[in-house]
């Protein structure tokens, strides 16, 4: 069984910081890739940010000089920081990570339960 668990969430105003955290957990072999997608109602789910193992990272034009993601293979965690938030960053955020289990073929897709970030104005 393997599990992401998120965390790092919450409300902020406008122009301020949150740091969402994302750590695999159970019966993982290794990890690939590893990103944050968001999912703001009635949109869909977007990409955020990716990082390879290799840490060689991919961005959204509109989090681009913003945000950072980051990961530390040893935790098997992934990192977003996110300045200067703003009241369109304001969704669901999902951690996704392609990973292989131990004693299981793969590699397959997980994702992360979601954790709500508002930015108030």
């Known amino acids: 069984q393997v599990q992401l668990v998120e965390s790092g969430g919450g409300l902020v105003q406008v122009g301020g910081s949150l740091r969402l955290s994302c750590a695999a957990a159970g019966s993982v072999a290794s990890i690939g890739d590893m990103g944050w997608y968001r999912q703001a109602p009635g949109k869909q789910r977007d990409l955020v940010a990716d990082?390879?193992?290799?840490?060689?990272?991919t961005y959204a034009d509109s989090v681009k000089g913003r945000f950072t993601i980051s990961r530390d293979n040893a935790k098997k965690t992934v990192y977003l920081q996110m300045n200067t938030l703003k009241p369109e960053d304001t969704a669901v955020y999902y951690c996704h990570a392609t990973l292989v289990r131990l004693r299981v073929p793969g590699p397959y897709d997980y994702w992360g339960q979601g954790t709500q970030v508002t930015v108030s104005s």
């Open positions: 990082i390879t193992s290799g840490g060689r990272t």
